[in-house]
């Protein structure tokens, strides 16, 4: 099984940046596509951002374009979410995602880590 460990969450100012890690524990980290999602207090979980297995194709949610760019070290095991301009509608708790979809449907999360915007 991928294990999942998130860091670099915390309380930042509007218009600050953020850098966000996804460290996982197996060596086969390379075959899956890795995620990005947040969910604040209420509200549903949403995707931020994906990246395939060869870090070629990313996608981003529209909120967040032009502001966070998603990045992977397969060497290292550790996809990146850097995030900058941040806003108070930023606010979330966000969780990094590994999925594999060969033979079957497989989907991984990590604990998650919260993320504060202030004003």
């Known amino acids: 099984q991928v294990q999942l460990v998130e860091s670099g969450g915390g309380l930042v100012h509007a218009g600050g940046s953020l850098r966000l890690s996804c460290a996982a524990s197996r060596s086969i980290f390379s075959l899956y596509t890795m995620g990005w999602y947040r969910q604040a207090p209420g509200k549903q979980r949403e995707l931020v951002a994906t990246i395939s297995n060869g870090g070629g194709t990313t996608n981003y949610a529209d909120s967040v374009k032009g502001r966070f760019t998603i990045s992977r070290d397969n060497a290292n095991y550790t996809v990146y979410l850097q995030m900058g301009s941040l806003k108070p509608e930023d606010t979330a708790v966000y969780y990094c995602?590994?999925?594999?979809?060969?033979?079957?449907?497989?989907?991984?999360w990590g604990q998650g880590t919260q993320v504060t915007v202030s004003s």
């Open positions: 995602n590994a999925r594999y979809r060969v033979l079957g449907d497989y989907n991984y």
